[in-house]
């Protein structure tokens, strides 16, 4: 969903049938909520009575092997699943890391390690994560990656019932879900279907940088807690003669 010039509400979503639409706005905030047949659900930072018109173009979220260049970085379509390997789909939420370390944690209750490992609460103290868990060819974003993939474009979508967020542009672009993360205490899931955490490789003291996706309203960058449990989307460099 994006809002352009003149007020007019673009739904990048493919409708196979006819749909429906509705508009809502809340008393007292400045959201309207576009729900359609399809289980597709938009929200847009813009209050009914300021848009004009809603108009479809055929949308689909892109599952490139070899990436989509985005601001000069060629971003994975996927997160990262178990180590070495990216999830199938881009709605896929793959696997939680602690930054620095190479387990694989479930996305779902219950925890669920991929090396039958316990979860602990203490931070990786090395300032370099390697061996990463991105595949060969690929490598974790740093903090100046992130941040340009936000300033790129991006805007809360929920795509196959799953809820994320949508970077880029009309022609190069991903989708990044909203997994929610674990706790470093006791690795506890929340946030799920609320917020998104996506390492970066940039320690920041005794924590790391990542970008937050708070569905609904913003992409940010902030300094986490290396032990939290957090998604991976990873990056390949561009090479330029």
Known sequence: MKLLSGNVVIYEGGLPFNAYITLDRYEGDTYTYFTFRDDYEILIDRPTNEIDSVTFETFLVPNHPDGVLISGVVWATCNVDNPGTFAAKPTDAGKFYQWGRMTARS???????????????????????????????????????????????????????????????????????????????????????????????????????????????????????????????????????
């Open 107 to 241: 996305c779902t209750d219950p925890l669920i390690s991929n090396d039958g490992s316990v979860w602990t609460g203490e931070s990786f103290k090395g300032d370099t994560w390697y061996p990463h868990p991105c595949p060969t060819g690929w490598r974790l974003p740093t903090e100046h990656e992130l941040d340009l993939l936000i300033n790129s474009g991006n805007y809360s979508a929920k795509v196959s019932g799953v809820l994320g967020h949508i970077f880029g542009d009309n022609v190069n672009r991903i989708f990044l879900p909203v997994a929610g993360t674990r706790a470093y205490f006791d690795g506890t899931h929340f946030n799920k279907d609320r917020k998104g955490y996506y390492w970066s490789s940039t320690p920041a003291g005794n924590r790391a940088y990542t970008m937050q996706i708070y569905f609904g309203t913003k992409s940010y960058i902030e300094p986490f807690i290396r032990s939290e449990g957090a998604s991976v989307r990873c990056v390949k460099e561009v090479i330029t003669e």
